[in-house]
């Protein structure tokens, strides 16, 4: 190990880069960034990276959980020579910097994935080791190991104590993720005051528990971190590290305090700690030459591993291996031989199919369900199981599963998915809308999309839940109508760079002939039916879609002409321009959406919008839709109320759809 006093003015450096940040932009938290600054200084030594490059495919993945010590992971990228500058550290939590509040994907060079939610920058952590052992299953050999990188995480108190943790870690452990450490900085400290008020759990032991090897060492003695760094390489375990620190390590008056978690310290109290350490009182956002040069070797250090390691691809990887390796990094869905659907099934059957074309075209397609595969219809024939295989069994861990799969549409070479029943969808939320902030490449398969649930009632039954993603900003919600629809739909979701989501029937649905009037499912909504004069237009989605022929067929023999248009992504067509939306949505008609959901983002389009006012019931499905008036006789009765028509049943008999 190097001088102690020369390490001490490294972490210092640190320390005060993160006080002068918060400070000037009068908002923040110190604590925590002071208190890993000493774990920090010897991790830089310890991991392989290219500053000069930051997607490097083998370069160690380090994922500051705690998001809100953003004010470090600033400090170190700037001084281990990442595109960030001193006027970027100045630009703190400014309008339109590189230096966010919280660490995000794709604006902030070096930073591997979005935190902020407290727990997801850990789950990810353990879907990027997962994401690394499929990696070197599908490409090392015995002449070329290509990936041999680890992957190291910063975690707090609070990342811990969220319940995504636990399903995260317990996971790692049963996949024995060797290649995973995790340093947990132990200060004891959360912004009501100690931990002590709310946890008391023993982590060692829960740790050991899920099948971790876990060390306790001083998170602020130089010798005990790197030990501690070195036999984290040789574990056959995930590595938990607890590091005993104190927030705000090295200030003057506010060491060890709450005070100093999530507010400036004042210019008092870091000039009066400036002098404590030996630094200049009067110099802000100050760097000795000494200290950037230790941190700036890194770029040489990266550079060498890089171009070693691409000689090693180059030379000692066989041909196989590579078209493998291009493949993965550069899918070509041109290859996908897409299923054709022309009998009546359920959208969750037809989208499993689906998914088992794209598979078998597509090597970088994977995924899996929360114990809930044979109902998603998601499982992948033939295609093996993790970490052999790409079929990825989650267990019961919704939260999780979110969170790996960004991690895994981060990594370089994967295009992920997670399946679950849609109304469980409410367990990932955190999770996909980080994935609707970073735009990643990801799907999920969400089935069972309706009161069409059935008998296992309103606890199962998704009422609100389409209205809650729909409004997500960057997310497309997919519900097809048919399988013919379904195949279009991921059509053009591969071809976008955002995630997407398919609710899928659990009943079978009419399938409809490609009989389309105007425009497509590529735009999310196409006029399905026009009818000449017409004076109504129905919308609808999914199961509701044959339904609004059904009653439109009914509605133009009572003299009221309908024409129909299928949505099958609302998100898309909010986003076509007015000509479109008048073109398929005749602006002069009286509008109706019918949908089994909550639906009030239909009012954007329509006049009146037929669909749940309240939660579900259990019963069988074709007496639920009735129930709640959702069958084409209902639904023809209410619109011809609202028009000031009679009704009667036999109305509509002989229509033919």
């Not at 004010?71 to 590189?98: C, M, P, W």
């Not at 070693?308 to 691809?313: C, I, Q, R, S, T």
């Not at 659990?506 to 590529?522: H, I, N, S």
Request: charged residues 25%; contains cysteine; aromatic residues 8%.
């Amino acid at each position: 190990m190097e001088n102690k006093k020369i390490l001490k003015k490294q972490a210092d450096t640190i320390r005060f880069l993160a006080a002068d940040m918060v400070q000037r932009a009068n908002s923040g938290h110190p604590g925590a960034p002071m208190g890993l600054a000493d774990i920090v200084t010897i991790l830089a030594r310890h991991i392989t990276h290219n500053p000069k490059n930051p997607k490097w495919l083998n370069r160690d993945r380090l994922v500051f959980s705690g998001g809100h010590a953003s004010a470090l992971v600033y400090s170190f990228l700037h001084l281990t020579g990442y595109d960030i500058s001193i006027e970027d550290l100045k630009n703190f939590r400014q309008l339109g910097s590189k230096t966010p509040g919280h660490p995000e994907y794709g604006d902030v060079p070096g930073v591997e994935v979005t935190t902020g939610p407290l727990g997801q920058g850990i789950s990810n952590a353990v879907g990027f080791a997962m994401a690394t052992k499929y990696a070197a299953t599908l490409l090392n050999t015995p002449k070329a190991e290509v990936i041999t990188h680890k992957v190291y995480c910063l975690c707090g108190d609070g990342d811990l104590q969220e319940g995504i943790s636990y399903e995260a870690c317990s996971l790692a452990g049963h996949l024995s993720l060797d290649n995973l450490v995790v340093i947990y900085d132990s200060n004891a400290i959360t912004i009501e005051g100690d931990t002590s008020i709310a946890w008391s759990e023993d982590v060692k032991q829960r740790f050991e528990a899920q099948g971790w090897e876990v060390s306790r060492i001083d998170g602020h003695d130089y010798d005990e971190i790197n030990a501690v760094l070195e036999q984290s390489k040789e574990q056959t375990k995930p590595y938990l590290i607890i590091a005993d620190t104190t927030i705000a390590k090295g200030a003057c008056e506010m060491e060890g305090s709450h005070h100093a978690h999530g507010a400036p310290l004042g210019c008092e109290e870091i000039k009066n700690s400036k002098i404590k350490a030996g630094f200049d009182p009067e110099q802000s956002f100050s760097v000795d030459e000494d200290v950037r040069a230790r941190f700036s070797c890194a770029l040489e250090k990266g550079d060498l591993a890089e171009a070693n390691w691409n000689a090693l691809v180059k030379n000692s990887l066989s041909a196989e291996k590579k078209e493998l390796l291009e493949s993965l990094q550069k899918p070509d869905f041109s290859k996908i031989e897409w299923p054709n659907f022309e009998s009546d099934v359920a959208t969750r059957d037809s989208n499993g199919k689906i998914l088992n074309a794209i598979a078998k075209a597509i090597p970088s397609f994977l995924g899996g369900s929360a114990d809930l595969g044979p109902s998603n219809k998601s499982e992948l024939n033939g295609m093996g199981d993790f970490p052999f295989g790409r079929n990825i069994h989650f267990g019961i861990r919704e939260h999780a599963m979110g969170a790996i799969i960004n991690a895994f549409a981060l990594y370089g070479l994967f295009i992920p998915f997670g399946a679950t029943f849609f109304i469980f969808s409410d367990y990932m939320k955190p999770s996909v809308r980080l994935a609707a902030l970073m735009r990643l490449r990801n799907f999920y398969i969400w089935t069972h999309d309706s009161i069409g649930v059935g008998e296992d009632g309103p606890t199962h039954q998704p009422i609100e839940q389409l209205s809650q993603f729909r409004a997500l900003p960057n997310f497309y919600v997919y519900r097809p109508c048919d399988g013919r629809e379904n195949v279009k739909a991921w059509q053009k979701a591969l071809s976008m760079q955002a995630p997407s989501a398919f609710v899928c029937s659990r009943q079978k649905l009419k399938a409809l002939k490609d009989d389309r009037a105007f425009g497509d499912v590529e735009n999310g909504g196409y006029l399905l039916k026009k009818r000449e004069n017409a004076t109504v237009t129905l919308m609808a989605s999914g199961s509701e879609v044959y339904m609004a022929l059904e009653v439109g067929c009914v509605l133009t023999k009572l003299g009221i002409i309908t024409n129909i248009v299928s949505v099958p992504c609302f998100d898309l067509l909010v986003e076509q321009d007015k000509a479109y939306i008048d073109t398929i949505i005749d602006p002069s008609t009286k509008i109706f959406a019918i949908e089994a959901s909550a639906g009030n983002e239909w009012y954007r389009f329509a006049d009146e919008v037929i669909g749940m006012k309240r939660f579900g019931a259990s019963a069988p499905a074709e007496l639920l839709f009735e129930k709640f008036g959702l069958t084409s006789d209902a639904v023809t009765e209410k619109i011809c109320s609202t028009l000031g028509v009679k009704y009667q049943k036999s109305s509509g008999a002989g229509c033919k759809c």
